[in-house]
C-alpha cells in the first residue's frame, strides 16, 4: 500500500517556477523547481529536476532527480563566501561587495537527452544531440550527438560519424513545423533514409 501512495502522491508534488520562458507543448513533471530558464517545445522534465539560468532546446528528454545549472563561488577570492560579494545571501550581511556573478547560464541544444541523477555545471554547453548518461558529472561543453558519462564525465563516443552529425545539424528539423515533421516522420528511425529520402 505504501509504494502506491508514494508513486500517486509523486505525480501531485508541486512545480515551482519562476521568471522563465516555458513552451506551452512542453511537460514539466511534479517536484521541479525551474528559475529564469527557458525550455522549448516537446521537451519534457521528469520528477524533482532543478534547473536554474538555463535554455534548453526543443524536443530534450530530461530526467529524474537531475541538477542544471546553479550557484558558483569566487574561487579566485580570499573567500569563498558571498558575505564579500554583491548581491544577495542568505545571512543578509556583507563585509565587501566585490563585483561577482555567480549565475552562468547553461545552454543545453535541442534532441538532447539527460539520463536521471545528471548534474550539469553551470556555464555549460550541450550541443544538439547529445546524450549524457544517467548520474554523470557534467564539468566541460559537451559537442553535438557526442554520448557522455561517468564522473567526472568523459566522452564515450559519437552517435553517428560526422557527416551524419554535419548532415543533421543543417536540417535543423526540431525548427520545423508540425505539418513537415509529420511528413518526414517515418523515416526517424534511420538517419541515413531521413537523410537521403526525407523532405529537407
Known amino acids: 500500500m505504501g509504494y502506491y501512495l508514494a508513486k500517486i502522491l509523486k505525480y501531485f508534488r508541486p512545480t515551482a517556477i519562476k521568471g522563465s520562458t516555458i513552451s506551452d507543448k512542453s511537460h514539466i513533471s511534479g517536484g521541479n523547481t525551474i528559475i529564469n530558464s527557458s525550455i522549448g517545445r516537446y521537451t519534457y522534465t521528469s520528477y524533482n529536476t532543478f534547473i536554474l539560468y538555463a535554455d534548453i532546446g526543443n524536443f530534450c528528454s530530461i530526467g529524474g532527480d537531475c541538477k542544471i545549472g546553479g550557484a558558483e563561488h569566487a574561487c579566485g577570492f580570499v573567500s569563498t563566501s558571498p558575505v564579500f560579494n554583491n548581491g544577495n545571501n542568505v545571512f543578509r550581511k556583507h563585509f565587501a561587495k566585490h563585483a561577482f556573478n555567480p549565475y552562468n547560464r547553461v545552454t543545453i541544444g535541442n534532441d538532447v537527452w539527460i539520463g536521471q541523477n545528471a548534474l550539469i555545471k553551470s556555464g555549460v554547453t550541450i550541443g544538439d544531440g547529445a546524450i549524457v548518461g544517467m548520474g554523470a558529472v557534467v564539468t566541460k561543453d559537451i559537442g553535438p550527438y557526442e554520448v557522455w558519462g561517468g564522473n567526472p564525465a568523459k ?35 534511420d538517419p541515413n533514409r531521413f537523410l537521403t529520402d526525407g523532405r529537407l
Open 155 to 189: 566522452l564515450i563516443r559519437k552517435r553517428f560519424d560526422d557527416d551524419v552529425i554535419s548532415s543533421l545539424q543543417q536540417s535543423k528539423w526540431w525548427d520545423w513545423d508540425e505539418d513537415k515533421i509529420s511528413i518526414n516522420a517515418k523515416y526517424f528511425d
